[in-house]
């Protein structure tokens, strides 16, 4: 029996977690473990450090994880501390487990990206014909939203989604012309599948990244004429999905009537569109009290405090943190932790912009546009799924 090299043991345990992120969420801690573990085993040291001291995009994350780490000397509940410590983990290992490895070939990270691919279109298709199931053997009901994700939040779910279909029209470029139906067919079941988890964010950006590579498609083909025709249609196309699911409709509709009336929100409303700019408002009273933070550890004891000041009683009750990543930051660690996080986006955003690199681009735009409404780094299931392939795109881009 041929014996498995410590090269072999990281790529494989890598796969599996990739492959893993929208499958197994609970099990992800123990396949970090086992990467790490195999990694101990492995020598070249000097070259990983090396290859770290290289990337601006890398070392401006650890600044950041640090930053958080500095956090704890003004924070007064010191076991809070720690557990925001601990979900945020993945931001020091992840440049380490991922983005030092000498190992890991463009190549290489091109099969990584396909376990990721193929795992996320299985998760899409089996909840798929599990809503469509309900509707011919229950009570006739599509499951959307919360119904159609119950293991992960619709949001993170639609983010994996988004950047599975981003990663298989990349790759499009370098497939025979046979596969392009078994492609195809994963990218209709993934966009589908966004749909249904009704996450109002991620189905705007479906629609603007479909409009962008459409365009990117038909730029040097057609005429502008026809080209604004085809995205007329496609706008059209999508509103009428919108339109004919009435759950996705819905939520589209209250959060035009949040904005439309947003002085006149209600200070006990809880639902999702209203909560937000009440927490908003709340996380930038916070900031202005505190610019260098309330410490890791207390951030949300001091939001909860700040709704009861303000009035905001459904938000205090739910003890919501601020839904947004840079107010979160911001009022933890302060304006330089906040500016140290866009600089984990902006640096690696420009150099994508600049090389072209469209999976790094599209998964940064993905995460920051995110970020805008969700504190993507306060649960494990963004935090791993942002430090993972933000080390792991940064790597095929150093690797190429």
């Known amino acids: 029996m041929k014996r498995i090299t410590s090269k072999q043991f990281l790529f494989y345990s890598t796969a599996v977690l990739a492959a893993s992120l929208p499958i197994f969420p609970t099990w992800i801690p123990l396949f970090i ?5 195999g990694y101990l085993f492995t020598k070249d040291w000097k070259l990983r450090i090396q290859e770290l001291l290289t990337s601006k995009s890398a070392l401006i994350l650890l600044l950041f994880f640090l930053f958080n780490v500095l956090g704890i000397l003004w924070s007064e ?11 945020k983990l ?3 290992f992840f440049p380490f487990l991922i983005f030092a ?18 795992s996320t279109t299985i998760v899409a298709t089996c909840m798929l014909l599990r809503s469509f ?5 229950y009570d006739g009901v599509l499951l959307t939203y919360g119904t159609f994700s119950p293991i992960f939040h619709p949001s993170y779910l639609s983010m994996y989604f988004i950047l599975a279909i981003v990663l298989l029209v990349d790759g499009l470029k370098d497939l025979l012309r046979k596969y392009y139906f078994v492609y195809g067919l994963a990218i209709l079941f993934l966009s589908s599948a966004v749909f249904f988890s009704a996450s109002k964010v991620n189905i705007i950006l479906l629609f603007g990244l479909g409009l962008f590579y459409l365009l990117r498609y038909f730029n040097n083909r057609l005429s502008r004429l026809k080209q604004l025709i085809i995205a007329a249609s496609f706008g059209i196309a999508f509103f009428i999905a919108i339109f004919l699911n009435q759950t996705i409709f819905e939520r589209f509709l209250r959060g035009f009537n949040t904005v439309k009336n947003i002085h006149q929100i209600d200070v006990n409303d809880t639902e999702s569109n209203a909560a937000r700019i009440l927490i908003w408002n709340s996380a930038l009273d916070l900031i202005s009290e505190h610019p260098w933070g309330v410490g890791t550890g207390d951030v949300n004891i001091e939001l909860t405090k700040k709704y009861h000041e303000n009035g905001y ?12 990543q840079f107010l979160q930051t911001a009022a933890a660690i302060g304006i330089l932790g906040m500016i140290s996080l866009l600089f984990v986006f902006l640096v690696p955003m420009f150099n994508s912009a600049i090389q072209g690199n469209f999976p790094m681009l599209g998964f940064l ?3 920051f546009v995110n970020a805008c409404v969700e504190g993507i780094l306060e649960a494990q299931a963004g935090v791993v799924f942002f430090a993972f392939f933000y080390a792991l795109l940064l790597r095929n881009v150093k690797s190429s």
């Open 33 to 37: 473990a086992i990467l790490f573990l």
């Open 77 to 87: 509940n010191l076991e809070k501390a720690v557990m925001h410590l601990e979900i």
């Open 90 to 92: 993945s931001l020091l």
């Open 101 to 118: 490895r000498p190992d890991l070939n463009i190549l290489s990270v091109k099969r990584i990206l396909n376990f990721y691919c193929l």
């Open 133 to 137: 199931g309900n509707v011919i053997l």
């Open 313 to 324: 009683t459904g938000i205090e009750y739910r003890q919501l943190n601020a839904h947004n």
């Open 365 to 367: 735009i993905l995460t």
